[in-house]
């Protein structure tokens, strides 16, 4: 094999990527420009909305006795919640949106001096409306501090203290570090995002320099010139790894800036504060660049089998969603994988990337992963020169 | 065999597919292709020439028989038949995205070229194609003419002595396709050897020193244009390549 030829293959591929507008667009434009602006209009409108609810006062419906006048009068009191009076369909208003809560007082006694008693109110709310959520959190508040209200009137009746009936009052300190807080949030959704990033920046210049090149008839060119098919496999298969990993690099620039921008609010975790060290770069780098290494080659190998770009671009598709659903799986928090696990790639890339960036090193899941990506990605490699030799594969119409 | 570049010996190649099952694609052929001759390989779709190419530039490997080229064996020396080799098909494409110059140093790099000598072979190869025009244009803006110099610039970078055309005026034009044989020409009188194949029979009868009539994957018969005369005194080339494909069928 001749390295100097693997890189000729690779600086004419990356030469013919550069000059192809379509890989431009999935390497620079959507990771640097439409992923940012995607999350940050999504961020934006939720954002929008929330504010716009919160801002509105909550239109509450009371039905029922009057013998609770001070919760009314606390109710009224609240800038944010607005009594209105509706005669009938109160259950209907409040399915159609047009209130957003319904307090029903149940015609009993008196609560306020029947003091042996306990009145039951029943609060009917609509959990596919946002402001009706917000209703229910704001009369939560209010009904809250009548009860408190009138339990303290009730014990000082009896002379008891209200602390008499709180012996123990709880203090919670959270004593996580500042890191491991940002690292739990980005260990949750970075290695998702990271796996579809590097799918999404291999899989067209993967299937273009494979499949594609079957398809414009210039494969043949090169199986008949003075190289090998390993060198051939190899300059595609490392040229596939740098749209990859550029791809990568620049969607999560593009992310930052988007997660930093106030929409988020994330700049208050300041992501600069996690003291990432050189080394714990340099241990992400052992995690990220196999899974690099074996997407690339994966896909690699795929575009080869195909016989066209619309042939490759089917079987990739099951690839992609299998990546995904790996990956969504370190989405949940708390779940831990057992030892084997760690030879799932992507499922290892993510978990152990997940453990990095909270902080803990498990070398052990880490030679783990290293392995099986290493041993994935090789057997992916020599299939793919392989397949080169096969007249079969080569020459199928 | 004296100054004989291509032996083929008694190849067979056998393909199995799917819908056909075993399928012969070429049966036990012999020839010989000389340093300064043409050698035409005439047939129509589905004869066999294409395949027999395909083996000639390694691209396939034969079922049964021994195919020389330059001395090397096409399946133990694969690497050492490509050095020797120019091979220009209809499957042989271009980068679209490069200009001429472009292409023709990639492939002279690949074969191993000095930077001085690609230089040096280029500008004379661009000069006698007529090239120098859209040497600095992108392949996706040439015409279909100007594809075909590129290609045959491509396949002679590193001066081969065996080259291999798989059908080279198909879907030319009148002009392209004389310039193109004009070519061939040439490039006998430089003494390389030629191998190519056509299914016009007025190419081959121009063109041809030997010729090769191949149907359904048989050599029906192969000698100089004269001694196929000889042979079947029934006209012209058309004339000997329809009596011989009738006879077979």
Known sequence: MNWKKVLLIYCKEIMGAIRDRRTLISMIVIPLFFYPLLFLGIGYFTLMGQEKSEALPSLVAVVGTDNTPRLIEKLEQDEKIKLVHLKENEVEALEAGEIYLLIEIPESFDIEKDQENYLTIIVQYNSTIQRSQIARKRVTTVIEDYRQQMIQERLEQIGIDLDYIQPIQEEWLDVALEERKIGTILGM?????????????????????????????????????????LEIVLGKY????????????????????????????????????????????????????????????????????????KEASTYVTPIYMSAIFLGMISLSQGMELAEPMFFIPILNNSFTFKELLMGTVYWKHLVSTLISNIVITLLALLTAAKLFKKESVLFRS | MPNAMIQVNHLTKVFYDKKRGKVTAVNDVNFCCHKGKIFGLLGPNGAGKTTTLRILATMMTPTAGKVLVNGYHVVKAAHKVRQSIGFLSGETGLYDRFTSRETVRFFGKINGLSEQGISKRMTQIFQTLGMTHFQDVRVDRLSTGMKQKLSIARAIIHDPPVLIFDEPTVGLDVITARAVIETIREFRNQGKCIIFSTHQMHEAEKLCDEIAIIHLGKLLSVGTLVDLKKRFPVGDLEEIFFKLINNRE
């Not at chain 1, 494979?210 to 043949?220: C, F, Q, S």
């Open chain 1, 189 to 229: 959704i970075l290695p998702y995002i990271i796996i579809i990033l590097i799918f999404v920046g291999a899989m067209h210049s993967a299937v273009d320099i494979t499949a594609g090149e079957k398809e414009r008839g210039t494969m043949a060119t090169l199986l008949v010139s003075q190289l090998s098919r």
């Open chain 1, 238 to 309: 490392f040229t596939v790894m740098t749209i990859s990993a550029t791809s990568m690099l620049l969607g999560l620039i593009g992310l930052s800036i988007a997660f930093l921008t106030p929409v988020y609010a994330l700049g208050e975790l300041s992501l600069i504060k996690a003291k990432f060290s050189l080394s714990l770069f340099f241990l992400f780098f052992l995690v990220l660049a196999p899974l690099v290494g074996l997407a690339s080659a994966i896909l690699l190998l795929i575009g080869i089998f195909a016989r066209n770009s």
